[in-house]
């Protein structure tokens, strides 16, 4: 009875409260108490001298010994990193590293921890970098507001797409909170419930209120927090839509909401006409598993399609009667001033209504094809599916995959047009996965510029930038995209003149064009030239890039601008543009660290310390600090 009271104490109350940490050390401290306390009950009443004193003497000093280690290692013992507790070595350390690698991964350099918390069911924490902000369960990222938005976005948008008029929806796995916002966005939507098992999850909606627009806050969402499966059993509502996104396959659980019963509790939660969404990741997971939920699926909703968000991830969407789309309905959502236009424009490259089915990737037909390919059987009482994707976690990679399913569509594309399927690809600029579909929509509409451009754009992250010379010069009298690629690649060169003339083509060009991009590039060319009122204006005005997808924010161009003013540009301009970019991008490591120059270089050296005490969250720490701060409280110049 004490060892199950202890777990279950332990488990369950200590480390939620305390965390693994100081619960460790709690038990250390009852170890030590109670070694102390036996060795002074065992010494009671024995007299001083006797036979059975000189026996017990040896075993009560051991323990007063051992008692005391284990007072000081719980007392003075060093806290635990939460920052290396959290880095999931086991998914993002994989491959053979050199002693120089694990330094930098141990460092998780340029990375800063803004939340963590040990719950009942898992580890989570938020981390924040360059990029942007991550949410990881257990050291995986499993949400975040970059990277997964366009999966966050598309599996509130499937179900819905596919089912006019929704008014109830629910949620299963919280994550960034992005697709509880989607489903909530929708015209007439009246109720959203989230289903999390894990209370942490819910806590770190705070951090990235920036992309779920609060949606915890709304008076028609609510979250439960519980077992999917145990949820939808308990509740008797019926939905209109419900979107299941847990995490990864391989991990331990997981996959018991992968199986037909599951799928079976889902469907007597689903009213008649509703629509099922489930998503799948394609990386480090065969066809045959992909196929193996599509069947599991499909046993339970006849009707199956197969829609992508990128080359790594698919959603599954099944109902029980046929899935058709309203053309009017679609408009509301993501047509010009639909609810969902602007998230299904900057992340998911649809920018009509008629685009969005350029994400289609397998009709009923092409799902019907691929439950042939599934060669595994996952139920309750089988649950094998864990098991034989875990077998493929080494791999790496998703075109194969990707490329193996769209193959299953056979001459004729599920949505009717390659060139849908290839725009579809294009969200992600420069994705190598989409060179395939994108060379051939060119090599089909060869007088189409937005296809030499992108196919230039990938060639461009491939390294080859022959391509674009020879394929871009004959579009750039008309596109400014072409010449905003035109002048980067200029740019990148060291060819000063003709970059700027490109660019400032593009900018004229209209509002299409990455203008953040262009006006990034245009400062760096600025302070190349010294011209450091012109850059720093045209700095200010790259900060306020988006940020998505379809216009990211330009780092690598301010990186090399920024650097060039806080080198050799005037002192006080510097400063005060490092102090703007931090307040826009305070998770960019890289700004706190030339801020900190740029204050040295101003005399503000209280400004410097806090930049490099900073830079310490972020695993950066400048040998040369203390030595730049003493130089400049002595007024000395760097």
């Not at 499993?142 to 366009?150: T, V």
């Not at 308990?234 to 331990?252: G, Q």
């Not at 010009?336 to 990737?361: K, T």
Request: aromatic residues 6%; positive net charge; glycine residues 10%.
């Amino acid at each position: 009875m004490g060892s199950i009271a202890g777990a279950v104490l332990t488990g369950f109350v200590l480390v939620v409260a305390f965390g693994t940490d100081l619960t460790l050390r709690l038990g250390l401290l009852v170890s030590a108490a109670a070694a102390l306390g036996l060795a002074a009950l065992a010494a009671r009443g024995v007299a001083e001298g006797s036979a059975q004193h000189r026996r017990l003497r040896a075993r009560v000093l051991g323990a007063g010994v051992l008692a005391s280690a284990g007072l000081v290692a719980a007392l003075g013992a060093p806290r635990w990193s939460t920052r290396l507790i959290d880095l999931g070595p086991a998914i993002y350390a994989r491959e053979p590293m050199d002693r120089a690698a694990v330094e930098t991964f141990l460092g998780h350099r340029g990375a800063r921890q803004l939340a963590y918390r040990e719950g009942r069911n898992a580890t989570v924490s938020v981390w924040e970098s360059g990029p942007g902000r991550s949410l990881k369960v257990n050291g995986k990222a499993d949400a975040s507001d970059h990277g997964d938005m366009d999966t966050e976005i598309m599996l509130g948008l499937a179900p819905v797409a596919a089912r006019p008029q929704a008014s109830t929806a629910l949620v299963i796995g919280y994550g960034s909170g992005v697709t509880a916002r989607v489903l909530a966005d929708v015209p007439g939507m009246r109720r959203v419930r989230v289903v999390e098992i894990e209370p942490a999850v819910l806590a770190m909606s705070r951090y990235f209120e920036h992309v779920n627009d609060t949606v915890l806050a709304r008076p028609g969402v609510a979250a439960v927090v519980d077992d999917a499966r145990s949820a939808l059993q308990l509740d008797p509502a019926r939905y209109d839509v419900i979107s299941s996104e847990p995490s990864n396959i391989w991990l331990a659980g997981v996959a018991t909401l992968y199986t037909p019963e599951f799928y079976r509790i889902v469907r007597r939660r689903l009213a008649d006409d509703g629509v099922f969404c489930q998503w799948v990741q394609l990386y480090q997971v065969p066809v045959p598993v992909v196929a193996g939920v599509v069947r599991n699926i499909r046993t339970v909703f006849p009707h199956v399609e197969v829609w992508f968000s990128s080359p790594g991830d698919v959603l599954i969407v099944g109902s029980l009667k046929p899935l058709t789309y309203d053309a009017a309905w679609l408009a509301r959502l993501v047509g010009p001033g639909g609810a969902l236009g602007g998230l299904a424009r900057e992340y998911l490259a649809v920018d009509a209504p008629e685009q969005y089915f350029g994400h289609l990737l397998l009709d009923s037909i092409g799902a019907a094809r691929l439950v042939e390919r599934a060669t595994i059987v996952h139920r309750d009482d089988r649950p094998r599916l864990e098991f034989v994707a875990a077998r493929r976690f080494l791999d790496t990679g998703t075109e194969g995959v990707f490329d193996s399913l769209a193959a299953l569509a056979g001459a004729a594309p599920a949505h009717g047009s390659p060139l849908l399927f290839a725009r579809a690809l294009t969200a992600r600029r420069g994705d190598l996965a989409a060179w395939r579909y994108v060379e051939a929509a060119r090599r089909q509409r060869p007088d189409d510029p937005f296809w030499t451009v992108h196919a230039a754009a990938i060639r461009l992250g491939a390294g080859d930038t022959t391509f674009a010379d020879t394929a871009l010069a004959r579009f750039v009298p008309r596109s400014a995209d072409a010449a905003l690629l035109a002048g980067l690649v200029a740019a990148k060169r060291g060819q000063g003149e003709r970059a700027r003339r490109l660019l400032a083509q593009a900018l004229a060009g209209g509002a299409g064009v990455d203008s953040a991009e262009a006006k990034a590039a245009l400062a760096t060319l600025a302070t190349r030239d010294k011209r450091w009122a012109d850059a720093a204006a045209l700095a200010r005005a790259a900060f306020a890039a988006e940020g998505t997808l379809r216009h990211p924010y330009p780092r690598a161009w301010l990186a090399e601008a920024l650097t060039r003013m806080v080198q050799a540009g005037p002192a006080a301009s510097a400063d005060s543009l490092l102090a703007d970019a931090v307040r826009g991008r305070p998770g960019w490591s890289t700004l706190h660290e030339l801020r900190a120059f740029a204050a040295l270089r101003m005399g503000r050296c209280d400004v410097a310390v806090k930049e490099f005490l900073l830079l310490l969250d972020f695993g950066i720490e400048r040998d040369d600090g203390p030595d730049l701060v003493m130089r400049c409280r002595r007024g000395l110049k760097l």
